[in-house]
């Protein structure tokens, strides 16, 4: 996350001054809506989780697809899109990127995902028929398409943001014919450096042709209270340029050092419920399946939930359909800091309050307030108790406190 030129630093100084007038005011984005299955996203390979989940994201490359111009292959396309419809209720996003070779501005130019692959086509033309085809093929099963994946980094795009903007425009109206309800959503940029990009992509016209704004809120190596702040610079990104769109965070998770499991499972939790509180519409969490990540949702056989994956059904339980009101702390970081204060969110299900308190920085107790009017309280693994009358313990992860007869 390094930054380079005075123009960068401009912007940077810009984009915190807004989040800290934000974070200072303690605002969360209000809502009167009940928190949807869809909220809870997940990225997975070849077997998808045996919790519940809202929505997948995935690539269909056009590297895949069209090797040569006029050569169309869609088995690893089709494969994937039918594999995610045997799950029933989950919404699909198909991720739109990466030149090939023939088609490419760049074809003598290598990166990560292939020869070319990192730079817009030499004829626009040839990158609408690709999207076209996409659409067509796909119409009825996927209903939001990202065009590109993480601009800003260098491992996935090397090319300028406006031609970016002209490929996304050229989607959008490609897409929007083939079907109107067709979403599309913005190249997902990440890290301090997608600030800047998303700055230009919006100041350049992107946000005209995109229906939902799309960032990759990865946190580490901070706590998930990072979360919070770096949602809050987004949307003063995104206000800055006059963009009142959805705000989806489809990809993220812990890229820092291996977790234990209790530590893991405080991590998903606050990170999902700090999403939500800040402003996103959906969640994608990476990954499920791979048992080798530094926050493994799956055991060595690649299947059996660990702890933090059984956590993430819990969650459902306690969010799905409930209005997520506030959460609130007095330590509210900017992006990539530390929170050191406890966290109350409050949740409200028909005519009952609940809360669900935190702190991150270890053990600690509180005395309830009579007011708060509960006397049950719910772990991530499902456990309930009584809640005592002086001295409730708390810490790390999240805990649910409930009225009960």
Same mark, same amino acid.
């Given at each position: 996350?390094?930054?380079?030129?005075?123009?960068?630093?401009? $912007?940077?100084?810009?984009?915190? *001054?807004?989040?800290?007038?934000?974070?200072?005011?303690?605002?969360?984005?209000?809502?009167?809506?009940?928190?949807?299955?869809?909220?809870?996203?997940?990225?997975?390979?070849?077997?998808?989780?045996?919790?519940?989940?809202?929505?997948?994201?995935?690539?269909?490359? =056009?590297?895949?697809?069209?090797?040569?111009?006029?050569?169309?292959?869609?088995?690893?396309?089709?494969?994937?899109?039918?594999?995610?419809?045997?799950?029933?209720?989950?919404?699909?996003?198909?991720?739109?990127? *990466?030149?090939?070779? =023939?088609?490419?501005?760049?074809?003598?130019?290598?990166?990560?995902?292939?020869?070319?692959?990192?730079?817009?086509?030499?004829?626009?033309?040839?990158?609408?028929? +690709?999207?076209?085809?996409?659409?067509?093929?796909?119409?009825?099963?996927?209903?939001?398409?990202?065009?590109?994946?993480?601009?800003?980094?260098?491992?996935?795009?090397?090319?300028?943001? &406006?031609?970016?903007?002209?490929?996304?425009? !050229?989607? #959008?109206?490609?897409?929007?014919?083939?079907?109107?309800?067709?979403?599309?959503?913005?190249?997902?940029?990440?890290?301090?450096?997608?600030?800047?990009?998303?700055?230009? *992509?919006?100041?350049?016209?992107?946000?005209?042709?995109?229906?939902?704004?799309? *960032?990759?809120? #990865?946190?580490?190596?901070?706590?998930?209270?990072?979360?919070?702040?770096?949602?809050?610079?987004?949307?003063?990104?995104?206000?800055?340029?006059?963009?009142?769109?959805?705000?989806?965070?489809?990809?993220?998770?812990?890229?820092?050092?291996?977790?234990?499991?209790?530590?893991?499972?405080? +991590?998903?939790?606050? !990170?999902?419920?700090?999403? #939500?509180?800040?402003?996103?519409?959906?969640? #994608?969490?990476?990954?499920?399946?791979?048992?080798?990540?530094?926050?493994?949702?799956?055991?060595?056989? &690649?299947?059996?939930?660990?702890?933090?994956?059984?956590?993430?059904?819990?969650?459902?339980?306690?969010?799905?359909?409930?209005?997520?009101?506030?959460?609130?702390?007095?330590?509210?970081?900017?992006?990539?800091?530390?929170?050191?204060?406890?966290?109350?969110?409050? $949740?409200?299900?028909?005519?009952?309050?609940?809360?669900?308190?935190?702190?991150?920085?270890?053990?600690?107790?509180?005395?309830?307030?009579?007011?708060?009017?509960?006397?049950?309280?719910?772990?991530?693994?499902?456990?309930?108790?009584?809640?005592?009358?002086?001295?409730?313990? +708390?810490?790390?992860?999240?805990?649910?406190? +409930? =009225?009960?007869?």
């Amino acid at each position: 996350m390094q930054w380079t030129g005075a123009s960068k630093a401009g $912007i940077l100084y810009c984009v915190l *001054f807004l989040t800290f007038t934000i974070l200072a005011a303690g605002q969360t984005p209000p809502s009167d809506s009940p928190i949807p299955p869809s909220y809870f996203g997940m990225h997975y390979g070849d077997n998808a989780p045996s919790v519940p989940f809202g929505g997948r994201r995935l690539t269909l490359s =056009w590297t895949w697809v069209q090797k040569n111009r006029g050569e169309w292959d869609y088995k690893r396309t089709d494969s994937l899109v039918q594999q995610t419809l045997k799950t029933p209720n989950v919404d699909l996003i198909g991720g739109l990127a *990466f030149s090939p070779p =023939w088609a490419s501005s760049r074809p003598n130019e290598t990166c990560p995902v292939g020869p070319g692959a990192c730079w817009e086509p030499a004829n626009l033309q040839d990158w609408r028929e +690709y999207v076209k085809a996409m659409g067509n093929r796909y119409k009825g099963q996927v209903h939001y398409w990202e065009i590109w994946n993480e601009p800003s980094e260098g491992a996935f795009y090397r090319s300028d943001v &406006g031609a970016l903007v002209t490929l996304t425009q !050229a989607a #959008y109206e490609e897409l929007k014919r083939i079907d109107p309800a067709n979403q599309i959503i913005s190249p997902s940029p990440v890290g301090a450096s997608g600030f800047t990009w998303m700055d230009q *992509f919006l100041q350049k016209g992107g946000g005209n042709y995109v229906d939902i704004v799309g *960032f990759h809120f #990865y946190f580490a190596p901070s706590p998930p209270e990072s979360v919070f702040g770096e949602v809050a610079a987004v949307r003063a990104i995104m206000a800055k340029n006059g963009v009142r769109k959805p705000l989806w965070n489809d990809e993220f998770g812990w890229t820092g050092q291996k977790l234990d499991e209790r530590t893991a499972v405080a +991590y998903i939790a606050r !990170a999902m419920i700090l999403s #939500y509180a800040a402003g996103t519409s959906r969640a #994608y969490w990476y990954i499920w399946g791979d048992p080798k990540v530094p926050l493994p949702l799956v055991r060595e056989d &690649g299947v059996t939930p660990t702890l933090a994956g059984k956590a993430f059904g819990v969650l459902q339980e306690w969010l799905v359909g409930a209005v997520l009101k506030s959460c609130t702390s007095t330590d509210i970081p900017q992006a990539w800091h530390a929170s050191h204060a406890p966290w109350i969110c409050d $949740i409200q299900r028909g005519d009952t309050t609940s809360k669900i308190i935190w702190n991150p920085d270890g053990p600690a107790g509180m005395d309830i307030p009579p007011s708060w009017h509960v006397n049950r309280a719910r772990n991530l693994e499902g456990e309930v108790s009584v809640i005592p009358p002086k001295g409730t313990g +708390y810490g790390i992860q999240p805990l649910l406190l +409930y =009225w009960a007869q």
